[in-house]
């Protein structure tokens, strides 16, 4: 959702400050602004990028302050809506990540009281509250701000007068990043790896004092200890490295990432331990996701009622927290790259509630859903800035393969194939990357059209789904995912010359019903991208255009058939010169329901 930075040390702020933003321009990209301290406040914001903004700043003098990239809840992308936010008197200034619910009450009361306001949004609320308050103390002033506010929160707040910043977190993600003779602050760890790898994730409830040269941190008014880590991530990992989008860069370093996977295997079967022993007692097995991680979570479905042989239900987590009552004997398991999902942490937690046991596989060390799972498995993706999720998606299914392969009680004969098939995705997926040029003849293509279909069955269903979802959210042609056997119930209404239909196959028990179906569509005149495995005679006679991918166990193929569609997506979208890695009106981590 939103991004916020903090900076205060011995250098010159706003460089810092725009440096951490550019990194955390993901998150939000509708406006931006920065705040700094020097005898006075200074405050530049505006609508557009990073970039943009600080090619128009003035030099602002100051060792600190603080700076915010919005993804708008409250109120349209403008320059009074942009943060930082102030009070009247200009001195307090706040940038806020999360949505506080009770802003309008708060709002009408410091109106009455004087108060007079610039905004639409729901975070001016807080540096007016401070000034209500204050009286020579930020710190003293933000606890008793606490008290008043409802929702989720990180903030990051500012007075002339006093050489710290105090922040607070609620429901959304604060890091300290610890420097030298400086100290940052940010949404996330990426926003810092340029000046440290030494980081404190802050808890739910925890208040931070921070100076140059110190941090202090309390929780409910007692001083508490939070350990320091290192970061494995590398700043390179956060930058395009000659790559032209960071999607492009993502989608390329997937055999890396499988490979990392593999090579964590050992760490992961300790995980399983954990995974098969909640199986053990369950009955069944409920997955939890949203987007592309809900993909994940449809396929990671196939993969244990095969491997593993109970039942799952595979949802949405923002569908999940409104309906069924959870059944106490269920294993549970989340799925979120960010692992600030808002749907997806209420669902971990409805779960808890109900007694459940918890795993969350997600990307992001320290992470909420990590705090409030009983069990975590990280994947092995990186840092992901495009705003698609490409290698993150990958990480997520090759946790799931290795998982279940480990705690599976398949014959041997079975499962010494599937290990030697899994061994091998790392040069399966570096094959389908090679015939990119390929892909991009027939992106080119594809970029033509208004509207497409994306059809798969089995394991490849939701690899139709999550198709569909990287060519919409990046290219914004309307497509849509569909299991194949469905469309010919209603969608066929829509069939035409002007609609192409992509069919993903796999050589198991769905490829039969697969050619029924693509010869359905050829007969209401739609083109047909086929996706098909090397060697296939058959498919190159029915459809317009193929795609072919390495031969791989069919378990496998979502592996080889969403690189195939990542590249898809990616060159139709670049055809259409959209902005790739920051598509319109999306975020990177949406922290809101
Ligand atoms: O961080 P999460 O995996 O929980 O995010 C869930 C979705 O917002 C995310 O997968 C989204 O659909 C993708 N960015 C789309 O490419």
């Known amino acids: 959702m939103c991004g916020i930075v903090g900076y205060i040390g011995d250098k010159l702020a706003q460089p810092v400050l725009f440096n951490c933003l550019a990194r955390l321009e993901y998150r939000g990209y509708d406006s931006c602004g920065i705040a700094l301290k020097g005898s006075r406040l200074r405050v530049y914001k505006d609508v557009g990028g990073v970039k943009e903004l600080e090619r128009t700043a003035p030099l602002l003098e100051g060792t600190a302050g603080i700076g915010h990239n919005r993804w708008a809840t409250h109120g349209e992308p403008s320059q009074a809506n942009a943060h930082p936010h102030c009070d009247c008197s200009g001195n307090i200034a706040v940038v806020h990540n999360g949505i506080i619910s009770n802003f309008q009450q708060l709002r009408q009361q410091l109106t009455a009281e004087g108060h007079r306001f610039a905004s639409q949004t729901d975070t001016e609320v807080i540096p007016h509250l401070i000034e209500k308050y204050y009286q020579g103390n930020l710190e003293a002033a933000v606890i008793m701000v606490l008290g008043d506010i409802k929702g989720s929160y990180a903030i990051i707040a500012l007075v002339v007068g006093e050489d710290k910043l105090v922040v607070a977190r609620k429901g959304s993600p604060l890091i300290i990043g610890l420097g030298d003779r400086d100290n940052l602050v940010a949404s996330d760890v990426t926003a810092v790896l340029d000046y440290t790898d030494r980081v404190i994730y802050l808890e739910d409830g925890d208040i931070g004092?921070?100076?140059?040269?110190?941090?202090?941190?309390?929780?409910?008014?007692?001083?508490?200890?939070?350990?320091?880590?290192?970061?494995?991530?590398?700043?390179?990992?956060?930058?395009?490295?000659?790559?032209?989008?960071?999607?492009?860069?993502?989608?390329?370093?997937?055999?890396?990432?499988?490979?990392?996977?593999?090579?964590?295997?050992g760490s992961l079967a300790e995980s399983a331990v954990d995974l098969a022993a909640m199986c053990r007692e369950a009955e069944s097995m409920v997955m939890l996701a949203c987007g592309t991680s809900y993909h994940a979570a449809l396929i990671g479905k196939h993969i244990v009622e095969e491997l593993i042989g109970i039942r799952v239900r595979a949802e949405p987590a923002s569908e999940f927290n409104y309906c069924h009552p959870v059944l106490a004997k269920t294993a549970a398991m989340v799925i979120t790259q960010s692992g600030e999902t808002a749907d997806t942490l209420k669902a971990t937690q409805k779960l808890k509630a109900a007694g459940c046991k918890v795993l969350a596989i997600t990307n992001v060390m320290g992470s909420s859903a990590s705090r409030l799972a009983d069990y975590t498995v990280y994947t092995r993706a990186g840092p992901e800035i495009g705003v698609a999720a490409t290698k993150s998606f990958m990480a997520q299914l090759m946790v799931l393969y290795c998982l279940m392969l480990s705690s599976t009680d398949a014959k041997a004969s079975r499962l010494a194939d599937l290990m030697a098939g899994v061994r091998q995705l790392p040069e399966k997926a570096q094959q389908v990357l090679n015939n990119e040029s390929r892909i991009e003849e027939y992106a080119h293509h594809l970029s033509g059209y208004d509207n497409a279909f994306f059809i798969g069955r089995g394991v490849n269903f939701p690899i139709a789904l999550e198709g569909a979802l990287k060519l919409k959210e990046i290219s914004y042609i309307h497509a849509e995912g569909y299991a194949a056997g469905e469309l010919k119930h209603g969608p066929f209404a829509l069939l035409r010359k002007e609609t192409p239909v992509i069919a993903i196959l796999a050589h198991d028990n769905t490829y039969e019903a697969m050619l029924s179906n693509i010869k359905e569509v050829k007969a209401r005149q739609s083109p047909v991208i086929a996706l098909v495995e090397e060697g296939d005679k058959t498919v190159g006679k029915l459809a317009d255009y193929v795609i072919t991918v390495p031969q791989v166990a069919p378990l496998f193929s979502p592996v080889v058939n969403t690189v195939a569609l990542q590249l898809l997506a990616y060159y139709a979208a670049r055809e259409r010169g959209c902005p790739i890695d920051t598509p319109r009106n999306l975020a990177k981590s949406v922290t809101v329901e």
């Open 209 to 265: 004092v921070i100076t140059a040269n110190s941090v202090r941190v309390t929780n409910g008014g007692t001083e508490v200890s939070r350990q320091e880590s290192r970061v494995r991530w590398m700043v390179e990992d956060a930058q395009k490295g000659g790559y032209e989008h960071f999607m492009l860069k993502e989608i390329h370093e997937q055999p890396r990432v499988i490979r990392d996977t593999l090579i964590g295997w």
